[in-house]
């Protein structure tokens, strides 16, 4: 039995499998394989050159996370107040993306160890207080606190890629995209609201004077804590 098939395998025709063409083709698809791998050796942030620069992106990606979980504690707050509204669709919209930004930072941060602000208990209750606060105002407070933080969040990301550009735009340019394609949904979250009457708030420019200058202050602690 076993010389039977040992003289199966012996008369069998095996050049279809080693022929050079298969041999190549083989060696081809085993040596792409750690191409593909290494193509994916990071998602946004490439591996710091010294701790220099570890400490730049790790204060970057740490007050970007802050902001945008502020930012839905504030979408949070306005929807317990107007969710029912005629504007809460509208909310919930801008809310949604907010979400988005925030998962991709955790994830972010997740990857490359970053460790999130210590502030982030503050930022919780103060982000849904300023959010419930101004909706209490009506339609035209929440949009005004929309405009006011939306604006200073977008000027932020536009100091990021400022510096970012300024340091090496080939090798930050996954980060560049992310940041720019966030900064450009915080501006559109701004237009929108202007385009629904928060400079029709009385006090309008008070307000907003008032938060953004506690989104410097938040921008500022969070960077170093």
């Not at 076993?2 to 395998?9: D, L, P």
């Amino acid at each position: 039995m076993q010389r039977a098939v040992f003289a199966h395998i012996a008369l069998h025709d095996w050049t279809h499998v080693f022929s050079p063409l298969r041999i190549r083709q083989c060696c081809l698809k085993h040596r792409a394989l750690p191409v593909q791998l290494s193509s994916r050796a990071y998602s946004v942030i490439p591996p710091p050159r010294d701790e220099a620069e570890k400490a730049l992106l790790h204060s970057m990606l740490r007050v970007d996370h802050a902001g945008e979980y502020g930012a839905n504690r504030i979408y949070a707050g306005q929807m317990a107040v107007l969710g029912r509204s005629q504007i809460g669709p509208l909310i919930q919209e801008m809310w949604d993306q907010e979400k988005k930004h925030l998962a991709k930072f955790n994830e972010i941060l997740a990857e490359n160890r970053v460790r999130p602000t210590l502030l982030l208990p503050l930022w919780n209750v103060a982000g849904f207080l300023l959010g419930a606060g101004t909706a209490l105002l009506g339609k035209e407070g929440a949009m005004a606190c929309t405009v006011a933080v939306e604006e200073s969040i977008s000027e932020h990301y536009n100091s990021q890629i400022r510096a970012l550009m300024e340091e090496d735009p080939d090798r930050y340019v996954e980060l560049l995209k992310l940041i720019k394609e966030f900064r450009d949904d915080e501006m559109e979250h701004h237009d929108t609201g202007l385009e629904h009457d928060a400079e029709s708030l009385p006090g309008y420019k008070l307000l907003k004077s008032a938060i953004q200058l506690g989104c410097t202050a938040a921008i500022f602690v969070s960077q170093r804590l």
